[in-house]
T-cell receptor, first 112, second 112 residues
Framework: GDSVTQMEGPVTLSEEAFLTINCTYTATGYPSLFWYVQYPGEGLQLLLKATKADDKGSNKGFEATYRKETTSFHLEKGSVQVSDSAVYFCALSHPGNTPLVFGKGTRLSVIA | EAGVAQSPRYKIIEKRQSVAFWCNPISGHATLYWYQQILGQGPKLLIQFQNNGVVDDSQLPKDRFSAERLKGVDSTLKIQPAKLEDSAVYLC??????????FGPGTRLLVL
């Protein structure tokens, strides 16, 4: 079945550092890919998504590119802030209201 | 628009007791999902409804878990009897046709 693999956390960075969180997937067909963020004590929020190969999703300075050849959707941000501290989940789903399949999540801590 | 509402936010029970969680999806969203998120893991689908019909409950432990969505709006998830391993965050999400899922804040369950 479908699966998503994320890099193990936690990741600790200094403010203004460059962030990469790796995500690879296994799926049949052409899934849509997502990054969700979970801030402490809050629910999951959609951060960005891409629906087809070579699409780039972006939001709040974060971006990720759908790479079908490497089955990857790595999350990047050029300069992280303390407020970016959260758990980040990579996920996929297929068209037609199919449920999301999530990775295990990567906890990011940004220190001033 | 109002988001997905869930209650209670927190619940502590002893093993073998029963518990129920409630979800009110975004108005007009026909699809409703319940996910279980165990600490340190990504959310995993328990059950998916389309209006008031079940689309997928293959991962629902039916010997102790049950869910319903009367009238195709609100939904209730019940556990009876609870086990220690049921300690988790229970997330409700909803979506309209081919739209991205929106998540509620979750109910954090601790079984002692």
């Amino acid at each position: 079945g479908d699966s998503v693999t994320q890099m193990e956390g936690p990741v600790t960075l200094s403010e203004e550092a460059f962030l990469t969180i790796n995500c690879t997937y296994t799926a049949t067909g052409y899934p849509s890919l997502f990054w969700y963020v979970q801030y402490p004590g809050e629910g999951l929020q959609l951060l960005l998504k891409a629906t087809k190969a070579d699409d780039k999703g972006s939001n709040k300075g974060f971006e990720a590119t759908y790479r079908k050849e490497t089955t990857s959707f790595h999350l990047e941000k050029g300069s992280v802030q303390v407020s970016d501290s959260a758990v980040y989940f990579c996920a996929l789903s297929h068209p037609g209201n199919t449920p999301l399949v999530f990775g295990k999540g990567t906890r990011l801590s940004v220190i001033a | 628009e109002a988001g997905v509402a869930q209650s209670p936010r927190y619940k502590i029970i002893e093993k073998r007791q029963s518990v129920a969680f409630w979800c009110n999806p975004i108005s007009g969203h026909a699809t409703l999902y319940w996910y279980q998120q165990i600490l340190g893991q990504g959310p995993k689908l328990l059950i998916q409804f389309q209006n008031n019909g079940v689309v997928d409950d293959s991962q629902l432990p039916k010997d102790r878990f049950s869910a319903e969505r009367l009238k195709g709006v609100d939904s209730t998830l019940k556990i009876q009897p609870a086990k220690l391993e049921d300690s988790a965050v229970y997330l409700c999400a909803s979506s309209s046709l081919d739209e991205t899922e929106c998540f509620g804040p979750g109910t954090r369950l601790l079984v002692l």
